[in-house]
């Protein structure tokens, strides 16, 4: 199928090969330990009293029943604060330059009122997991509700409920990203398309949820959190504790997924922390799917007013993109930010001259937004792809071929916006999609499937997202505004038998970075994969890092193992040519040995080379004992992953009901390291997507209650309801990183509801229907049908083509 | 409340412990036994990451009393094959990247496990119903479904039935 | 999420069982399968003071065929989709996903009244009869018609003990189809219809409709009915009778439809399940 199936030949020939995962064996057997498996002796329970109102003055706590009931040790409100030495509220980490962001104070408990369903009001802790949700029943609430703002268009306008009266607005913040003249580039055009696409809030819904364990140490405290941002969290614990940060530890254990909704710093870790150090007792608090729904941040939510203008022949003049972000109640660590990730790459794959975009943040009575698995690159890809898709239909031209005339050709691509592509090869992977395809096959079962009443259709999806988080120069305090550098630490420690342990800064929750970074050591070293152990997520550790998220964790955490094993392995090679009687620069790593070139006998393994290394009684002059390194890497510029997507759909225009037949996926993550990881982390992005594009809604009601509440009404798609995945992979290395590799977690998901949503408008054109926004549930998409048959069409008509609620 | 004795046997171990009736098997598991492969990933039955095998059967362990496994066997991932004799099921997930934070593991394997007893060859359609009560986030089911399949080809090959 | 504080015992008679109930006062309730009640319970939308569990009741397990079949209260779902029991096995394999299956019972299932749920339906186009036991083995029979009386409301007196399920005539002599529309495999129905058709030669003889979720308790659609008895099972037929599926049906809206779709889809449903029914046997 491509290159990564022949084992490379350098080194040991380990990076390429589809391995199994080093980290299988423990959790196939019930023996990994999440958070929830960790209950030190003497620990005490928390659970929430959480607000059943959007928006509400808390008029009264009473907690004196449940302070009385047996095994309660203590029942914190917003007013302990200080008694709990917490000294400031949680942190938003975006502070751009000439950007004013208007940020309200948000604490771990709420002080005055509740601006959203689930908001915590107070916190029991006390003995027995079950004791204690039952004690929380205890305390007695008094909230006088007040105004709500839940639709988020109506929420900008005059007159509209305040979430925070003390801003004077629901306007977070508004930023323009502009290279190019828009409005030249509209005059100029031909044809102009405008849609207004919905991007509908979802849920990251990891299976397992969060949960803490935090535990006093005489001095300092040691944390348990699922979490992907172990270093981070450890950081603002010292910050708003008062700790020294060393006496900190935060240990990430196994991660039971992620999706974005664990790169977060929540006010429950700061909240379980600050009680554990005050009552000296372990204290354990694990969310139950019913807070995860309501309070642990939400995704995507927004709404695209997207215009493209075109020449006849094809060639887009400009795109002009006005994203509405639904921000929720509170501005959480990277709230604001995310729509700008997907301004980053709104010229897609295409020379596109001229592309705005201009985002405007709303504060809606809703839990908040924050990144989820892809965090404003699905929603840049969705509204471009699928406008294309609509372009084309204007223009009468092929959906194919329009994105053939403009897709950019020669890399390093500086887009109009000034980014700089790395590496691509567009063309090639959709020629690669098309090779899956026979598209007379297509015809025929289109045709039969009309006979049978049932319409099918094709939609197609290429991609380019950013990734690789990220150049600290680019993104940080003097540029982009994140106050923090995204570099990524590496060290690698060679034990005195020649087996490895190394330590990443990233903190990998199924990723398998366990197997994938020790492939790339190993090749390195000439050491088996087997004795190369990784470990993460550990603060008390490695060396500082900063999590794993932003398909970084191979582009950016990979490379600082590269560069570490480097600096290992120039060790090694002075250590042999010093014994050897050699130069250096002639050894090199073959067949598990450090050999000297044109000698094969002549040899050390990294065995024999620790050994000397860990007796210097023969090193060469001035070297060090030992054999460990570490490395840090700031990255030159981000990685663009790409590729080529489509999807072929059944809609039963009787019920509306839309079904994946088959979903193919190409895509171009540089040189594979592990073909079969790959290949997992694309079916899990594509199906990601056909949740949100088919099935997942996170929706509330004009009162601001929370309608889908469980996994019942939250609707993931289980096995039964997606089709297998097909995939492929073309290979072009990216020059930023010496492995060439670029991110591959979140490009299935980036790519994927544009193919969905492009399908099923294919599919339905022969009914009317030229546009219709996700999700595509049943009831909607017979709505549309029922329009498309009352007034000849559905879509164009009603710019929005949707037609119930909004987001 | 009372508290109520419970006696059981779980993967091949007789326990007997007094629990207040409202424990859940799952915590019963989890808390008292020390067996945590069993997970909880819902309130609602909806997830499948708490099954594990009720005399024989699969079921949500979240959605069963421990009270009510009183006098039953009850078998646990953990009782599935160890590192060093892996259950066939065990060894396909792992051979064909059926898992990846392996939070759904412990509970896919086990319901993957009732439905090979039930029909030792099933074909895709099958082992995609029969996984219908549970849910991953991270492998979108494709290897999951390929180790099912793979496990059932290892196991007992005859022809592939629906 | 864990439910409320209660107690627990557990029966070894359905009297004994009746017994306890009746000492356990008003909040006491019974435990069969817990596939209904327990979630309810966790979510503390239900948080009953006693449970009387019937798990040592085997009396009330199994399947007889005895002219008609009589199926106890304890028999899981699992069983009746493997026992051959016609449009009632077509319905109970579609209930949630296997692990419920084989745990959530029949008896538990009707008991619990919810109009969403796969067998109320059913039993109601089966024309079943509900055996219910009182103390001293007093036994009431109700037909399904008269069981369901509203949401999660049924004719069981809180003094009674819902012991089997009857059918006069084996379910499995009629031709059928079960058509389910819900979004994902494990959901509840948004909507089912169980189509009954028994023929004479190419004409129906007799014809049963169920509709299930269409109001706050399981429906039959007698305008169906009628206008299918006597005639040709033939497409026309079926298109013109199924248009009338919906009528006097008072669906609740939810999330997923409003009540013209659930509407539409009864009339979609059903002649879909009336074409099943024409191919079968």
């Given at each position: 199928?491509?290159?990564?199936?022949?084992?490379?030949?350098?080194?040991?020939?380990?990076?390429?090969?589809?391995?199994?995962?080093?980290?299988?064996?423990r959790?196939?057997?019930?023996?990994?330990?999440?958070?929830?498996?960790?209950?030190?002796?003497?620990?005490?329970?928390?659970?929430?009293?959480?607000?059943?109102?959007a928006?509400?003055?808390?008029?009264?706590?009473?907690?004196?029943?449940?302070?009385?009931?047996?095994?309660?040790?203590a029942?914190?409100?917003?007013?302990?604060?200080?008694?709990?030495?917490i000294l400031?509220?949680?942190?938003m980490?975006?502070?751009?330059?000439e950007?004013?962001?208007?940020?309200?104070?948000?604490?771990?408990?709420?002080?005055?009122?509740?601006?959203?369903?689930?908001?915590?009001?107070?916190?029991?802790?006390?003995?027995?997991?079950?004791?204690?949700?039952?004690a929380?029943?205890?305390v007695?609430?008094d909230?006088?509700?007040?105004?709500?703002?839940?639709?988020?268009?109506?929420a900008?306008?005059?007159?509209?409920?305040?979430?925070?009266?003390?801003l004077?607005?629901?306007?977070?913040?508004?930023?323009?990203?502009?290279?190019?003249?828009?409005?030249?580039?509209?005059?100029?055009?031909?044809?102009?398309?405008?849609?207004?696409?919905?991007?509908?809030?979802?849920?990251?819904?990891?299976?397992?949820?969060?949960?803490?364990?935090?535990?006093?140490?005489?001095?300092?405290?040691?944390?348990?959190?699922?979490?992907?941002?172990?270093?981070?969290?450890?950081?603002?614990?010292?910050?708003?504790?008062?700790?020294?940060?060393e006496?900190?530890?935060?240990?990430?254990?196994?991660?039971?997924?992620?999706?974005?909704t664990?790169?977060?710093?929540?006010?429950?870790?700061?909240?379980?922390?600050?009680?554990?150090?005050?009552?000296?007792r372990?204290?354990?608090?694990i969310e139950?799917?019913?807070?995860?729904?309501?309070?642990?941040?939400?995704?995507?939510?927004q709404i695209?007013?997207?215009k493209?203008?075109?020449?006849?022949?094809?060639?887009?003049?400009?795109?002009?993109?006005?994203?509405?972000?639904?921000?929720?109640?509170?501005?959480?660590?990277?709230?604001?930010?995310?729509?700008?990730?997907?301004?980053?790459?709104?010229?897609?794959?295409?020379?596109?001259?001229?592309?705005?975009?201009?985002?405007?943040?709303?504060?809606?009575?809703?839990?908040?937004?924050?990144?989820?698995?892809?965090?404003?690159?699905?929603?840049?890809?969705?509204m471009?792809?699928?406008?294309?898709?609509?372009?084309?239909?204007?223009?009468?031209?092929?959906?194919?071929?329009?994105?053939?005339?403009?897709?950019?050709?020669?890399?390093?691509?500086?887009?109009?916006?000034?980014?700089?592509?790395?590496?691509?090869?567009?063309?090639?992977?959709?020629?690669?999609?098309?090779?899956?395809?026979?598209?007379?096959?297509?015809?025929?079962?289109?045709?039969?499937?009309?006979?049978?009443?049932?319409?099918?259709?094709?939609?197609?999806?290429?991609?380019?997202?950013?990734?690789?988080?990220?150049?600290?120069?680019?993104?940080?305090?003097?540029?982009?505004?994140?106050?923090?550098?995204?570099?990524?630490?590496?060290?690698?420690?060679?034990h005195?038998?020649?087996?490895?342990?190394?330590?990443?800064?990233?903190?990998?929750?199924?990723?398998?970075?366990?197997?994938?970074?020790?492939?790339?050591?190993a090749?390195?070293?000439?050491?088996?994969?087997?004795?190369?152990?990784?470990?993460?997520?550990?603060?008390?550790?490695?060396?500082?890092?900063?999590?794993?998220?932003?398909?970084?964790?191979?582009?950016?955490?990979?490379?600082?193992i590269?560069?570490a094993?480097?600096?290992?392995?120039?060790?090694?090679?002075?250590?042999?040519?010093?014994?050897?009687?050699?130069?250096?620069?002639?050894?090199?790593?073959?067949?598990?040995?450090?050999?000297?070139?044109?000698?094969?006998?002549k040899?050390?393994?990294?065995a024999?080379?620790?050994?000397?290394?860990?007796?210097?009684?023969?090193?060469?002059?001035?070297?060090?004992?030992?054999?460990?390194?570490?490395?840090?890497?700031?990255?030159?510029?981000?990685?663009?992953p790409?590729?080529?997507?489509?999807?072929i759909?059944?809609?039963?225009?009787?019920?509306?009901?839309?079904?994946?037949?088959?979903?193919?996926?190409?895509?171009?993550?540089?040189?594979?390291?592990n073909?079969?990881?790959?290949?997992?982390?694309?079916?899990?992005?594509?199906?990601h997507?056909?949740?949100?594009?088919?099935?997942?809604?996170?929706?509330?009601?004009?009162?601001?209650?929370?309608?889908?509440?469980?996994?019942?009404?939250?609707?993931?798609?289980?096995?039964?309801?997606?089709?297998?995945?097909?995939?492929?992979?073309?290979?072009?290395?990216?020059?930023?990183?010496?492995?060439?590799?670029?991110?591959?977690?979140?490009?299935?998901?980036?790519?994927?509801?544009?193919?969905?949503?492009?399908?099923v408008?294919?599919?339905?054109?022969?009914?009317?229907?030229?546009?219709?926004?996700?999700?595509?549930?049943?009831?909607?998409?017979?709505?549309?049908?029922?329009?498309?048959?009352?007034?000849?069409?559905?879509?164009?008509a009603?710019?929005?083509?949707?037609r119930?609620?909004?987001? | 409340?009372?508290?109520?004795?419970?006696?059981?046997?779980?993967?091949?171990?007789?326990?007997?412990?007094?629990?207040?009736?409202?424990?859940l098997?799952?915590?019963?598991?989890?808390?008292?036994?020390?067996?945590?492969?069993?997970?909880?990933?819902?309130?609602?039955?909806?997830?499948?990451?708490?099954?594990?095998?009720?005399?024989?059967?699969?079921?949500?362990?979240?959605?069963?009393?421990?009270?009510?496994?009183?006098?039953?066997?009850?078998?646990t991932?953990?009782?599935?094959g160890?590192?060093?004799?892996?259950?066939?099921?065990?060894?396909?997930?792992?051979?064909?990247?059926?898992?990846?934070?392996?939070?759904?593991?412990?509970?896919?394997?086990?319901?993957?496990?009732?439905?090979?007893?039930?029909?030792?060859?099933?074909?895709?359609?099958?082992?995609?119903?029969?996984l219908?009560?549970?849910?991953?986030?991270?492998?979108?089911?494709?290897?999951?479904?390929?180790?099912?399949?793979?496990?059932?080809?290892?196991?007992?090959?005859?022809?592939?039935?629906a | 999420?864990?439910?409320?504080?209660?107690?627990?015992?557990?029966?070894?008679?359905?009297?004994?069982?009746?017994?306890?109930?009746?000492?356990?006062?008003?909040?006491?309730?019974?435990?069969?399968?817990?596939?209904s009640?327990?979630?309810?319970?966790?979510?503390?939308?239900?948080a009953?003071?006693?449970?009387?569990?019937?798990?040592?009741?085997?009396?009330?397990?199994?399947?007889?065929?005895?002219?008609?079949v009589?199926?106890?209260a304890?028999?899981?779902?699992h069983?009746?989709?493997?026992?051959?029991l016609?449009?009632?096995?077509?319905?109970?394999?579609?209930?949630?996903?296997?692990?419920?299956?084989?745990?959530?019972?029949?008896?538990?299932?009707?008991?619990?009244?919810?109009?969403?749920?796969?067998?109320?339906?059913?039993?109601?186009?089966?024309?079943?009869?509900?055996?219910?036991?009182?103390?001293?083995?007093?036994?009431?029979?109700?037909?399904?018609?008269?069981?369901?009386?509203?949401y999660?409301?049924?004719?069981?007196?809180?003094t009674?003990?819902?012991t089997e399920?009857?059918?006069?005539?084996?379910?499995?002599?009629?031709?059928?189809?079960?058509?389910?529309?819900?979004?994902?495999?494990?959901?509840?129905?948004?909507?089912?219809?169980?189509?009954?058709?028994?023929?004479?030669?190419?004409?129906?003889?007799?014809?049963?409709?169920?509709?299930?979720?269409?109001?706050?308790?399981?429906?039959?659609?007698?305008?169906?009915?009628?206008?299918?008895?006597?005639?040709?099972?033939?497409?026309?037929?079926?298109?013109?009778?199924?248009?009338q599926?919906?009528?006097?049906?008072?669906?609740?809206?939810?999330?997923?439809?409003?009540?013209?779709?659930?509407?539409?889809?009864?009339?979609?449903?059903?002649?879909?399940?009336?074409?099943?029914?024409?191919?079968?046997?």
């Amino acid at each position: 199928m491509s290159v990564a199936d022949e084992p490379k030949t350098t080194g040991n020939g380990f990076v390429g090969r589809a391995m199994r995962r080093k980290e299988d064996p423990r959790l196939i057997t019930g023996r990994g330990r999440y958070v929830d498996d960790l209950t030190p002796q003497g620990t005490l329970w928390c659970a929430f009293v959480r607000s059943t109102e959007a928006h509400a003055r808390i008029v009264s706590i009473d907690k004196s029943e449940a302070e009385a009931l047996p095994g309660v040790h203590a029942v914190y409100t917003g007013e302990d604060m200080e008694a709990l030495g917490i000294l400031d509220a949680l942190p938003m980490a975006w502070v751009p330059p000439e950007v004013e962001v208007r940020n309200a104070k948000h604490w771990p408990l709420a002080r005055g009122e509740v601006k959203f369903v689930g908001d915590p009001i107070a916190v029991v802790i006390g003995e027995g997991r079950y004791a204690m949700q039952d004690a929380a029943e205890s305390v007695f609430v008094d909230l006088e509700p007040l105004p709500v703002a839940i639709d988020l268009e109506a929420a900008l306008r005059d007159g509209a409920p305040l979430v925070h009266e003390e801003l004077g607005t629901n306007r977070v913040h508004d930023w323009t990203l502009a290279g190019g003249d828009v409005e030249a580039a509209m005059a100029e055009a031909d044809v102009v398309v405008e849609r207004r696409i919905v991007n509908h809030r979802t849920a990251g819904a990891p299976i397992e949820t969060r949960g803490v364990v935090a535990e006093p140490r005489g001095v300092g405290m040691t944390l348990t959190s699922s979490t992907q941002v172990p270093h981070f969290v450890r950081l603002f614990l010292a910050l708003l504790l008062g700790e020294s940060e060393e006496k900190v530890r935060v240990i990430a254990p196994e991660v039971g997924g992620g999706f974005g909704t664990k790169l977060q710093v929540c006010g429950e870790e700061v909240l379980l922390a600050a009680a554990a150090r005050k009552l000296g007792r372990p204290c354990k608090w694990i969310e139950t799917r019913s807070e995860n729904m309501m309070v642990t941040h939400h995704g995507r939510d927004q709404i695209d007013y997207v215009k493209m203008g075109a020449k006849r022949d094809g060639t887009v003049t400009g795109v002009h993109v006005k994203i509405l972000a639904d921000m929720g109640a509170y501005l959480m660590l990277l709230t604001p930010t995310i729509p700008s990730l997907g301004a980053f790459v709104m010229s897609g794959c295409y020379a596109f001259d001229a592309v705005q975009t201009d985002i405007t943040g709303v504060y809606t009575n809703k839990c908040p937004t924050d990144a989820i698995r892809g965090a404003g690159r699905p929603e840049a890809t969705h509204m471009i792809e699928v406008t294309m898709d609509q372009l084309a239909h204007e223009l009468g031209m092929d959906r194919v071929e329009l994105r053939r005339k403009n897709f950019i050709t020669e890399f390093p691509a500086e887009t109009a916006l000034g980014i700089v592509y790395d590496s691509g090869d567009y063309h090639g992977s959709l020629d690669k999609l098309l090779e899956h395809f026979d598209v007379e096959a297509f015809e025929r079962e289109k045709a039969d499937a009309a006979k049978a009443g049932k319409r099918l259709g094709v939609g197609y999806s290429t991609y380019t997202e950013i990734c690789g988080l990220a150049p600290s120069r680019v993104t940080g305090p003097q540029g982009f505004g994140l106050q923090t550098g995204l570099w990524e630490s590496g060290m690698v420690r060679v034990h005195f038998t020649g087996a490895v342990t190394a330590y990443t800064g990233c903190s990998p929750h199924g990723q398998g970075q366990e197997t994938t970074f020790a492939q790339i050591i190993a090749d390195r070293l000439g050491v088996d994969p087997a004795n190369v152990e990784i470990m993460h997520g550990d603060t008390g550790t490695g060396p500082h890092g900063l999590g794993t998220y932003g398909s970084r964790t191979t582009a950016v955490g990979g490379e600082a193992i590269v560069r570490a094993t480097n600096k290992v392995a120039d060790k090694a090679k002075r250590i042999v040519a010093h014994m050897l009687e050699a130069a250096p620069e002639d050894i090199e790593v073959e067949d598990g040995k450090f050999s000297v070139k044109g000698s094969p006998g002549k040899g050390m393994t990294m065995a024999e080379i620790a050994g000397a290394a860990f007796i210097p009684d023969n090193l060469p002059e001035d070297m060090e004992p030992g054999l460990e390194e570490t490395a840090f890497y700031d990255p030159s510029n981000f990685v663009f992953p790409f590729g080529a997507h489509a999807a072929i759909v059944e809609v039963d225009p009787e019920t509306g009901r839309v079904d994946v037949r088959r979903y193919v996926a190409v895509d171009d993550c540089g040189p594979a390291i592990n073909p079969t990881i790959i290949d997992g982390q694309v079916h899990g992005g594509v199906v990601h997507s056909i949740g949100q594009a088919l099935y997942e809604q996170v929706h509330y009601d004009e009162a601001g209650q929370l309608v889908t509440g469980t996994f019942v009404d939250y609707c993931l798609p289980s096995a039964a309801d997606v089709p297998s995945i097909e995939t492929d992979r073309t290979e072009t290395p990216s020059p930023v990183n010496q492995l060439g590799v670029k991110g591959i977690g979140e490009a299935g998901t980036i790519a994927s509801t544009a193919a969905i949503t492009n399908a099923v408008i294919d599919a339905l054109r022969p009914e009317g229907i030229t546009f219709i926004n996700m999700p595509l549930t049943p009831v909607r998409v017979w709505e549309a049908l029922n329009e498309a048959r009352e007034t000849g069409s559905a879509g164009e008509a009603r710019r929005d083509g949707d037609r119930r609620e909004t987001t | 409340m009372s508290r109520v004795p419970v006696s059981l046997e779980v993967n091949g171990t007789h326990y007997e412990r007094e629990v207040e009736p409202r424990t859940l098997l799952v915590h019963f598991l989890r808390d008292d036994l020390g067996l945590t492969g069993t997970h909880v990933g819902c309130d609602t039955s909806n997830c499948g990451a708490c099954t594990c095998h009720l005399d024989g059967d699969a079921v949500k362990s979240c959605t069963v009393l421990a009270v009510q496994a009183d006098g039953s066997a009850v078998k646990t991932i953990e009782g599935m094959g160890t590192e060093a004799d892996l259950h066939p099921l065990q060894e396909a997930f792992w051979a064909h990247h059926g898992l990846q934070c392996g939070y759904c593991t412990p509970g896919m394997i086990m319901a993957s496990a009732d439905l090979l007893a039930r029909n030792p060859n099933p074909d895709e359609a099958a082992v995609r119903e029969a996984l219908g009560g549970n849910l991953c986030r991270c492998t979108g089911y494709h290897n999951i479904v390929k180790a099912v399949l793979a496990a059932a080809e290892a196991t007992q090959p005859r022809e592939v039935s629906a | 999420m864990i439910p409320a504080e209660f107690d627990y015992v557990v029966a070894d008679s359905v009297d004994d069982a009746l017994g306890k109930l009746a000492d356990g006062g008003e909040d006491a309730k019974l435990l069969a399968g817990g596939h209904s009640l327990l979630p309810l319970m966790k979510l503390r939308l239900a948080a009953p003071t006693l449970l009387v569990d019937l798990r040592r009741l085997r009396d009330l397990e199994g399947i007889r065929r005895n002219g008609g079949v009589s199926i106890g209260a304890r028999t899981t779902h699992h069983a009746v989709a493997t026992g051959d029991l016609g449009v009632l096995s077509s319905a109970a394999a579609t209930i949630a996903d296997q692990q419920v299956r084989n745990r959530g019972t029949i008896g538990g299932s009707l008991a619990h009244g919810d109009p969403a749920s796969d067998l109320p339906g059913v039993v109601l186009a089966l024309e079943g009869t509900i055996v219910a036991q009182s103390a001293g083995g007093a036994t009431r029979e109700i037909p399904a018609a008269d069981f369901f009386r509203d949401y999660l409301e049924t004719a069981l007196e809180p003094t009674e003990i819902l012991t089997e399920v009857r059918f006069d005539e084996d379910p499995s002599a009629w031709r059928h189809g079960y058509e389910k529309f819900h979004r994902r495999q494990e959901d509840w129905p948004m909507v089912a219809v169980s189509a009954l058709v028994k023929l004479d030669g190419d004409v129906v003889a007799d014809a049963r409709i169920g509709l299930t979720h269409m109001s706050g308790v399981p429906l039959r659609a007698t305008a169906v009915e009628e206008a299918l008895k006597g005639g040709r099972l033939d497409a026309g037929t079926i298109k013109a009778a199924s248009d009338q599926a919906a009528e006097g049906t008072s669906p609740p809206a939810d999330l997923n439809a409003t009540e013209d779709y659930k509407r539409h889809l009864a009339r979609v449903l059903c002649a879909r399940a009336l074409r099943q029914a024409a191919r079968a046997g």
